[in-house]
């Protein structure tokens, strides 16, 4: 098991900043050899992936509408993932979830069946 908890949200206006953060408790006999991602649910819309970042966190991915201003990065030593977001839009108003998985399902790296575990989320609200 993998119990994942979001922190960072808040309220911003656009142009503003915000680093989402996500600790990792891995119960005992579970492996340490996962991928981990961000996701992000607007109201009355699908979820959709926003980063994800490789076992080892040499290789990221970003979806097309955050490249240059969303990072994805991990301190392996403390468990925790982080997701820094500089210029913010309203359109990236949501519930940011953070995923963690043991076996890619897709080639697409922000495919969410591939996720098994869950955060229960942080709003992230950006205001015009």
């Known amino acids: 098991q993998v119990h994942l908890v979001e922190s960072g949200g808040g309220s911003v206006q656009a142009g503003g900043s915000l680093r989402l953060s996500c600790a990792a408790t891995v119960s005992k006999f579970t492996s340490t050899n996962y991928f981990m991602g961000w996701f992000r649910q607007a109201p009355g819309k699908k979820r959709e992936g926003v980063a994800h970042i490789g076992r080892d966190g040499t290789t990221s991915n970003y979806a097309d509408s955050v490249k240059g201003r969303f990072t994805i990065s991990k301190d392996s030593a403390s468990n925790t993932l982080y997701l820094q977001l500089n210029n913010l839009k309203p359109e990236d108003t949501g519930v940011y979830y953070c995923?963690?998985?043991?076996?890619?399902?897709?080639?697409?790296?922000?495919?969410?069946?591939?996720?098994?575990?869950w955060g229960q989320g942080t709003q992230v609200t950006v205001s015009s």
């Open positions: 995923a963690a998985g043991f076996a890619y399902r897709s080639r697409d790296r922000l495919y969410d069946d591939s996720y098994d575990y």
